[in-house]
């Protein structure tokens, strides 16, 4: 049986895998657990609870909320708010559990559910297996007072904002017109209040969610709408977020796209000279251009490269006491002043250092020099003998030597399917092309099931 969680949270179908009964189930195996670990301060714990604007995002809400209390959590329903607004406010608040009902990116009939302990932070695994071996049994049930009791608090989604304008100090963004895809997701409003108190022009779009047009042909996935609005109205930049607002992409004043390697590049350079980029290390994953590694080397700094994942770009920023981290596809971590991904703060400072610099966001891009880079999915193959099968890795080494220190070779396989991800970067694009073929070619060969 696959394991029920994955690299974020618990996902599926909304109603055909993620249903409400297993949602409860979860939800109460999740207070024991927890519970029985000492993650809560006393016998009388308390949870938020956040959501995307799914329209299943309203039927998983009280399910979570009926499991929680029916185990005796005193909850707060914090409504529609982004997935780093929910890790926040449990710090900010001194609560001892946080739940995210959303599926971040993906589209609308998909949910999720995704935990943060006290402090904000993300589930262990072993945490995660112990809630998935809980579930379904036979528990004592608390009667009378003893249960869990449920509260609505809006101001504290205020004061997610608050914090967010305040990252950057006094309004520094006034002149700056700024476009922002909201996704139609759970940012709608919050980034835009944020944008606006700090004295940007902002041009929303896709900032009207109606249950069923989350991540519809818009957000950080679909930037074709930014980029035309941006270019209409004559922006300094565009700033795409996903549903749950926990990633940013943004696009220069020319409509090109800045992806999350060449945004971590800009703000590492920036947090360096202000001293505020620890050890001068920056955190990136395997999957982060080649480009990046080389602009850093050029600045004095050096890339901490982790497992595709932001809870591993989280793990090492937390055990080294990194200061920035992120991915390619737009999570970028400021540990200052946040413990996950968070597309606003991102697009915050972003904007900030252009401000700061009196440059264009395309002139700050420039720092980094992106190399081709070609990904290939093998389908149908064996994946757990990519790292071993000698036929397989004999061409990895070939292809490794023919690029030598210019480029390079990895290979990936997929966490949940029977696939392998092949990426080769090259100086050229029809170089990187022709040796992810060939070596796409050896995968399927020597692994097909």
Same mark, same amino acid.
């Given at each position: ?67 929680l209390a029916s185990a005796g959590i005193d909850v707060v329903r914090l409504g529609v708010v982004p997935t780093p607004a929910v890790a926040y406010l449990v710090n900010d608040m ?41 579930m379904g049994e036979e528990w004592k049930r608390p009667t009378g007072s003893a249960v869990g ?43 835009? /209040? ?19 047009? %989350? ?54 350079? +920036? ?55 992120? /991915? ?59 790292? %071993? ?10 292809? +490794? ?49």
């Amino acid at each position: 049986m696959a394991r029920l969680f994955g690299t974020d949270g618990v996902r599926g179908v909304a109603n055909v895998e993620l249903t409400a009964e297993l949602t409860l189930d979860l939800s109460v195996a999740a207070a024991h657990i927890l519970g029985e670990a000492g993650a809560f301060r006393d016998s009388r714990p308390l949870a938020l609870v956040g959501r995307d604007p799914r329209a299943s995002g309203e039927f998983l809400e009280a399910a979570v909320i009926a499991g929680l209390a029916s185990a005796g959590i005193d909850v707060v329903r914090l409504g529609v708010v982004p997935t780093p607004a929910v890790a926040y406010l449990v710090n900010d608040m001194d609560a001892d559990l946080g739940v995210m009902i959303s599926a971040s990116h993906n589209p609308m009939p998909d949910n999720g559910i995704k935990f943060f302990s006290r402090g904000g932070v993300k589930l262990d695994d072993f945490l995660e297996d112990a809630i998935e071996a809980r579930m379904g049994e036979e528990w004592k049930r608390p009667t009378g007072s003893a249960v869990g009791r449920i509260h609505n608090d809006l101001g504290a989604v205020e004061g997610y904002v608050a914090h967010l304008v305040a990252s950057l100090g006094d309004p520094s963004l006034m002149g700056l017109k700024v476009v922002i895809d909201c996704a139609n997701g759970a940012a709608s409003r919050t980034a835009l /209040e944020a944008f606006a108190a700090q004295g940007a022009h902002i041009i929303p779009i896709h900032a009207e969610p109606d249950g069923l047009n %989350i991540n519809d042909n818009c957000g950080s996935t679909h930037i074709d709408d930014l980029v035309e609005r941006v270019l209409a109205e004559g922006a300094d930049l565009g700033i795409a977020l996903d549903g749950d607002a926990d990633r940013c992409l943004a696009v220069d004043h020319e409509g090109t796209l800045v992806d999350g390697d060449r945004i971590l590049a800009i703000l590492a350079i +920036a947090m360096k000279e202000e001293r505020r980029l620890h050890s001068d290390t920056v955190v990136a994953t395997v999957m982060s251009n080649l480009g990046l590694v080389n602009a850093m080397r050029e600045h004095g700094i050096r890339v901490d490269q982790t497992k595709v994942g932001d809870r591993y770009v989280l793990e090492s920023m937390n055990a080294n006491g990194f200061a920035l981290g992120g /991915e390619q596809s737009g999570h970028v971590i400021i540990s200052e002043y946040a413990n996950t991904g968070d597309g606003t703060l991102t697009g915050l400072h972003l904007a900030s250092r252009m401000k700061s610099t009196g440059k264009t966001l395309k002139e700050l891009g420039e720092v980094m020099t992106e190399l081709p880079q070609v990904v290939i999915n093998v389908r149908g193959v064996d994946k757990l003998r990519a790292g %071993i099968d000698t036929g397989v890795q004999a061409e990895v080494t070939a292809a +490794a030597r023919e690029l030598g220190d210019t480029g390079r070779v990895l290979l990936r396989p997929s966490g949940t399917e029977p696939v392998v991800r092949v990426m080769c970067e090259a100086p050229t694009a029809g170089q990187a092309q022709a040796i992810a073929e060939r070596l796409a070619a050896k995968v399927e060969e020597r692994l097909s099931l």
